[in-house]
Protein backbone atom coordinates (compact mmCIF):
# COMPACT_ATOMS: atom_id res chain seq x y z
CA UNK A 1 0.00 0.00 0.00
CA UNK A 2 0.98 3.77 -0.05
CA UNK A 3 0.87 6.69 2.16
CA UNK A 4 -1.87 8.72 1.33
CA UNK A 5 0.21 11.56 2.44
CA UNK A 6 3.61 11.48 1.13
CA UNK A 7 3.23 8.40 -1.32
CA UNK A 8 5.28 6.61 0.08
CA UNK A 9 5.61 2.52 -0.24
CA UNK A 10 5.25 0.72 2.82
CA UNK A 11 5.55 -3.01 2.96
CA UNK A 12 5.70 -3.19 6.95
CA UNK A 13 3.42 -6.11 8.15
CA UNK A 14 0.30 -4.29 10.19
CA UNK A 15 0.50 -4.64 14.14
CA UNK A 16 -1.65 -6.55 16.26
CA UNK A 17 -4.07 -3.67 16.33
CA UNK A 18 -4.13 -3.29 12.48
CA UNK A 19 -2.14 -0.44 11.90
CA UNK A 20 1.25 0.33 9.74
CA UNK A 21 3.47 3.27 9.96
CA UNK A 22 5.01 5.00 6.78
CA UNK A 23 8.38 4.84 6.83
CA UNK A 24 9.13 8.69 4.77
CA UNK A 25 6.81 10.46 6.88
CA UNK A 26 6.01 8.26 10.02
CA UNK A 27 2.28 8.80 10.13
CA UNK A 28 0.17 5.59 11.53
CA UNK A 29 -2.22 4.58 9.12
CA UNK A 30 -4.97 2.00 9.34
CA UNK A 31 -4.16 -1.41 7.43
CA UNK A 32 -6.93 -2.60 5.23
CA UNK A 33 -6.54 -5.98 6.76
CA UNK A 34 -7.46 -4.48 10.18
CA UNK A 35 -10.25 -6.40 10.89
CA UNK A 36 -8.89 -9.97 9.78
CA UNK A 37 -6.14 -9.50 11.47
CA UNK A 38 -7.82 -8.58 14.77
CA UNK A 39 -10.57 -11.46 14.18
CA UNK A 40 -7.34 -14.11 13.72
CA UNK A 41 -5.97 -12.55 16.88
CA UNK A 42 -9.35 -13.03 18.10
CA UNK A 43 -9.26 -16.96 17.14
CA UNK A 44 -5.57 -17.59 18.20
CA UNK A 45 -5.93 -15.87 21.94
CA UNK A 46 -9.53 -18.00 21.77
CA UNK A 47 -7.43 -21.47 21.08
CA UNK A 48 -5.04 -20.17 24.17
CA UNK A 49 -7.94 -20.56 26.66
CA UNK A 50 -8.76 -23.06 29.38
CA UNK A 51 -10.20 -26.47 27.78
CA UNK A 52 -13.33 -26.51 30.17
CA UNK A 53 -14.30 -30.13 28.64
CA UNK A 54 -10.71 -32.26 29.76
CA UNK A 55 -10.57 -29.75 32.24
CA UNK A 56 -14.01 -29.31 34.09
CA UNK A 57 -13.02 -28.20 37.82
CA UNK A 58 -10.86 -26.02 36.33
CA UNK A 59 -7.60 -27.22 36.87
CA UNK A 60 -5.98 -26.77 33.71
CA UNK A 61 -1.86 -26.90 34.42
CA UNK A 62 -1.39 -24.33 31.30
CA UNK A 63 -3.87 -21.43 32.49
CA UNK A 64 -2.53 -18.40 34.06
CA UNK A 65 -3.76 -16.96 37.13
CA UNK A 66 -6.63 -15.16 36.38
CA UNK A 67 -6.37 -10.89 36.20
CA UNK A 68 -6.63 -9.48 39.49
CA UNK A 69 -5.23 -11.98 41.78
CA UNK A 70 -2.95 -10.82 43.94
CA UNK A 71 0.59 -11.75 44.96
CA UNK A 72 2.07 -12.52 47.70
CA UNK A 73 3.90 -10.36 49.18
CA UNK A 74 8.13 -10.60 49.63
CA UNK A 75 9.41 -9.08 52.61
CA UNK A 76 12.33 -6.61 51.90
CA UNK A 77 15.58 -8.15 53.31
CA UNK A 78 16.99 -6.29 56.90
CA UNK A 79 13.06 -5.05 57.21
CA UNK A 80 11.28 -6.26 60.86
CA UNK A 81 8.94 -8.43 58.78
CA UNK A 82 12.15 -10.24 57.28
CA UNK A 83 13.96 -10.15 60.81
CA UNK A 84 10.56 -11.88 62.01
CA UNK A 85 9.99 -14.84 59.20
CA UNK A 86 13.67 -15.42 59.50
CA UNK A 87 12.91 -16.06 63.30
CA UNK A 88 10.40 -19.20 62.87
CA UNK A 89 12.68 -20.79 60.53
CA UNK A 90 14.36 -23.72 63.14
CA UNK A 91 18.08 -23.04 63.45
CA UNK A 92 20.28 -26.07 62.41
CA UNK A 93 22.26 -28.20 64.86
CA UNK A 94 25.53 -26.45 65.54
CA UNK A 95 28.37 -27.18 67.30
CA UNK A 96 28.99 -26.40 71.13
CA UNK A 97 31.05 -23.36 70.78
CA UNK A 98 34.81 -22.95 72.52
CA UNK A 99 34.89 -20.45 75.24
CA UNK A 100 38.36 -19.58 74.26
CA UNK A 101 39.70 -18.56 70.70
CA UNK A 102 42.33 -21.70 71.04
CA UNK A 103 42.39 -23.49 68.20
CA UNK A 104 40.60 -27.07 68.84
CA UNK A 105 41.10 -30.57 66.76
CA UNK A 106 38.22 -33.08 67.27
CA UNK A 107 39.57 -36.35 67.78
CA UNK A 108 36.32 -38.63 69.06
CA UNK A 109 32.14 -37.29 69.46
CA UNK A 110 33.01 -36.24 72.30
CA UNK A 111 36.85 -35.18 72.97
CA UNK A 112 37.99 -31.96 71.91
CA UNK A 113 41.82 -31.11 71.97
CA UNK A 114 43.92 -28.08 71.29
CA UNK A 115 45.86 -27.58 68.97
CA UNK A 116 49.06 -26.85 70.76
CA UNK A 117 48.51 -30.47 72.63
CA UNK A 118 48.41 -32.11 69.70
CA UNK A 119 52.06 -30.61 68.83
CA UNK A 120 53.23 -31.66 72.17
CA UNK A 121 51.97 -35.51 71.51
CA UNK A 122 53.85 -35.41 68.22
CA UNK A 123 56.79 -33.52 69.32
CA UNK A 124 56.94 -36.13 72.20
CA UNK A 125 57.13 -39.08 69.45
CA UNK A 126 59.52 -37.90 67.08
CA UNK A 127 61.67 -37.35 70.52
CA UNK A 128 61.03 -41.11 71.47
CA UNK A 129 61.96 -42.05 67.91
CA UNK A 130 65.08 -40.45 67.89
CA UNK A 131 66.00 -41.81 71.74
CA UNK A 132 65.21 -45.46 70.04
CA UNK A 133 67.70 -44.68 67.12
CA UNK A 134 70.23 -43.91 69.30
CA UNK A 135 69.97 -47.00 71.28
CA UNK A 136 69.78 -48.94 68.21
CA UNK A 137 73.36 -47.07 66.56
CA UNK A 138 74.52 -47.31 69.96
CA UNK A 139 74.41 -51.35 70.02
CA UNK A 140 75.21 -52.50 66.86
CA UNK A 141 78.83 -53.91 66.43
CA UNK A 142 81.44 -53.44 63.56
CA UNK A 143 81.94 -56.80 61.51
CA UNK A 144 84.15 -59.02 62.57
CA UNK A 145 84.36 -57.52 65.91
CA UNK A 146 81.66 -60.19 67.31
CA UNK A 147 81.52 -62.83 65.11
CA UNK A 148 79.37 -64.94 67.39
CA UNK A 149 76.92 -61.97 68.54
CA UNK A 150 73.68 -63.87 67.98
CA UNK A 151 70.11 -61.80 69.02
CA UNK A 152 68.43 -64.95 70.57
CA UNK A 153 71.10 -65.96 72.35
CA UNK A 154 71.54 -62.90 73.93
CA UNK A 155 68.02 -62.68 74.52
CA UNK A 156 68.30 -66.24 75.92
CA UNK A 157 65.35 -67.44 73.79
CA UNK A 158 65.78 -71.27 72.62
CA UNK A 159 66.90 -71.71 68.95
CA UNK A 160 67.13 -74.80 67.36
CA UNK A 161 70.20 -75.82 65.06
CA UNK A 162 68.59 -75.69 62.15
CA UNK A 163 67.40 -72.06 62.55
CA UNK A 164 71.24 -71.23 63.19
CA UNK A 165 72.66 -72.96 60.31
CA UNK A 166 70.37 -70.71 58.42
CA UNK A 167 71.57 -67.63 59.17
CA UNK A 168 73.97 -67.72 56.50
CA UNK A 169 73.62 -68.40 53.09
CA UNK A 170 74.66 -72.05 51.30
CA UNK A 171 75.00 -73.57 48.38
CA UNK A 172 73.81 -76.88 46.22
CA UNK A 173 76.57 -77.94 44.02
CA UNK A 174 74.94 -80.68 41.51
CA UNK A 175 78.29 -81.87 39.26
CA UNK A 176 79.15 -85.12 38.10
CA UNK A 177 82.59 -83.68 36.96
CA UNK A 178 84.82 -84.20 39.77
CA UNK A 179 87.58 -81.67 38.18
CA UNK A 180 85.02 -78.65 37.53
CA UNK A 181 83.05 -79.48 40.89
CA UNK A 182 86.17 -79.63 43.02
CA UNK A 183 87.32 -75.67 41.45
CA UNK A 184 83.84 -74.68 42.43
CA UNK A 185 83.83 -75.83 45.56
CA UNK A 186 87.22 -73.95 45.97
CA UNK A 187 85.92 -70.50 44.74
CA UNK A 188 82.96 -70.74 47.32
CA UNK A 189 84.95 -71.96 50.23
CA UNK A 190 87.90 -68.68 48.90
CA UNK A 191 84.31 -66.35 49.68
CA UNK A 192 83.44 -67.71 52.77
CA UNK A 193 80.26 -69.27 51.24
CA UNK A 194 78.91 -72.46 53.05
CA UNK A 195 78.06 -75.20 50.34
CA UNK A 196 77.43 -78.74 50.08
CA UNK A 197 78.40 -81.05 46.67
CA UNK A 198 76.70 -83.73 45.09
CA UNK A 199 76.82 -85.68 42.29
CA UNK A 200 73.75 -86.58 40.57
CA UNK A 201 70.07 -85.35 40.21
CA UNK A 202 68.77 -88.06 43.26
CA UNK A 203 70.88 -87.47 45.82
CA UNK A 204 70.22 -83.07 44.90
CA UNK A 205 66.67 -83.83 45.71
CA UNK A 206 67.55 -85.55 48.83
CA UNK A 207 69.88 -82.71 49.49
CA UNK A 208 67.41 -79.95 48.72
CA UNK A 209 64.99 -81.75 51.02
CA UNK A 210 66.95 -82.40 53.74
CA UNK A 211 67.95 -78.42 54.22
CA UNK A 212 66.76 -76.26 51.11
CA UNK A 213 69.55 -73.98 50.12
CA UNK A 214 69.52 -70.42 49.08
CA UNK A 215 71.12 -70.83 45.69
CA UNK A 216 71.62 -74.16 43.25
CA UNK A 217 74.57 -74.32 41.34
CA UNK A 218 74.14 -77.10 38.79
CA UNK A 219 75.49 -78.98 35.49
CA UNK A 220 72.85 -79.33 32.53
CA UNK A 221 74.27 -82.58 31.15
CA UNK A 222 74.88 -84.60 34.18
CA UNK A 223 75.01 -88.51 34.12
CA UNK A 224 72.59 -90.76 35.92
CA UNK A 225 68.96 -91.86 36.17
CA UNK A 226 67.75 -88.52 36.26
CA UNK A 227 68.58 -85.66 33.94
CA UNK A 228 69.57 -82.23 35.05
CA UNK A 229 66.26 -80.90 33.19
CA UNK A 230 64.17 -83.03 35.52
CA UNK A 231 65.54 -81.83 38.30
CA UNK A 232 64.93 -78.10 36.91
CA UNK A 233 61.31 -79.04 36.57
CA UNK A 234 60.85 -81.09 39.81
CA UNK A 235 62.39 -77.89 41.84
CA UNK A 236 59.72 -75.07 40.01
CA UNK A 237 57.49 -77.45 40.32
CA UNK A 238 57.70 -78.14 44.01
CA UNK A 239 56.00 -74.45 45.78
CA UNK A 240 58.53 -74.80 48.92
CA UNK A 241 61.42 -74.67 46.36
CA UNK A 242 60.13 -72.33 43.17
CA UNK A 243 61.89 -69.56 44.31
CA UNK A 244 65.65 -71.11 45.12
CA UNK A 245 67.28 -69.52 41.78
CA UNK A 246 69.32 -71.89 39.68
CA UNK A 247 72.46 -71.28 38.12
CA UNK A 248 73.55 -73.51 34.75
CA UNK A 249 77.21 -73.89 35.31
CA UNK A 250 77.44 -75.87 32.48
CA UNK A 251 79.82 -77.30 29.45
CA UNK A 252 76.42 -77.59 27.35
CA UNK A 253 76.12 -75.21 24.42
CA UNK A 254 73.99 -72.71 25.83
CA UNK A 255 73.64 -69.58 23.36
CA UNK A 256 72.05 -66.88 25.89
CA UNK A 257 70.71 -65.93 29.06
CA UNK A 258 67.28 -66.14 27.35
CA UNK A 259 67.85 -69.87 26.17
CA UNK A 260 68.83 -70.87 29.31
CA UNK A 261 65.66 -69.64 31.19
CA UNK A 262 62.87 -69.87 28.30
CA UNK A 263 64.13 -73.55 27.10
CA UNK A 264 66.22 -74.98 29.94
CA UNK A 265 64.26 -73.32 32.84
CA UNK A 266 67.31 -71.98 34.73
CA UNK A 267 67.40 -68.21 35.80
CA UNK A 268 70.93 -67.63 35.45
CA UNK A 269 73.65 -69.15 32.72
CA UNK A 270 77.34 -69.61 33.08
CA UNK A 271 79.63 -71.53 30.84
CA UNK A 272 82.25 -73.25 32.10
CA UNK A 273 84.38 -71.78 29.41
CA UNK A 274 84.30 -68.57 31.77
CA UNK A 275 85.94 -69.55 34.43
CA UNK A 276 84.29 -70.08 38.50
CA UNK A 277 85.28 -66.16 38.89
CA UNK A 278 82.20 -65.36 36.61
CA UNK A 279 80.04 -68.66 38.47
CA UNK A 280 80.95 -67.25 42.10
CA UNK A 281 80.05 -63.17 41.15
CA UNK A 282 76.80 -65.33 39.99
CA UNK A 283 76.08 -66.58 43.48
CA UNK A 284 76.93 -63.37 45.21
CA UNK A 285 74.36 -61.24 42.77
CA UNK A 286 71.56 -63.85 43.40
CA UNK A 287 72.77 -63.16 47.33
CA UNK A 288 71.83 -59.91 47.00
CA UNK A 289 68.17 -60.76 45.20
CA UNK A 290 67.09 -62.83 47.80
Not at 38 to 49: H, K, P, Y
Not at 183 to 212: C, M, W
Request: hydrophobic residues 40%; contains cysteine; proline residues 10%.
Amino acid sequence: MKCPRCQSSITASPDPEGFVRCPGCGARLRSRSAPATLGALQERMGRLDPDTERFPDATNPNATLPPGTPLPRIPRPGSPEARAALAEVPAPSRPRPVSDDTPRVMRGPREVVSLEALMAEVKALRHSQEEMLALLRAGSFPAGERPGFDVAQELGLPVTPTVRARQRKSVLVVDDDPETRQQTEAALDSAEIPFRSVADGRTALAAIADDKPDVIVMELDIAGAMAGKDVIDLVKATMQWVDVPIILYTRAPITSQREARTVHGADDFVSKQDGAELMLARVVMQFRHG
